[in-house]
């Protein structure tokens, strides 16, 4: 039961970082100064949040969650 509550919690934050990440791009792309810089911004940010959230959804899909919560509520 706890694990999935703790697994229900990771998406609603990974949710959030996902919408904040579609925000920033969006904020990007229509209050650019110019185009260079538009396209600069995007080529640096979307590769480096796509990495970041990949690699946490990864690593978090990792953690036993079900042996740490065994072993601390016995």
Do not use: D, G
């Amino acid at each position: 039961m706890l694990v999935t509550i703790f697994q229900i919690l990771y998406l609603v934050v990974f949710f959030t970082m996902s919408l904040m990440s579609v925000f920033i791009v969006f904020h990007i792309v229509f209050y650019a100064y110019s185009a260079f810089s538009k396209l600069t911004m995007l080529a640096i940010f979307v590769p480096v949040i796509l990495v970041l959230l990949f690699t946490n959804f990864i690593l978090f899909r990792q953690i036993p969650l079900a042996n740490i919560f065994s072993a601390t509520f016995l």
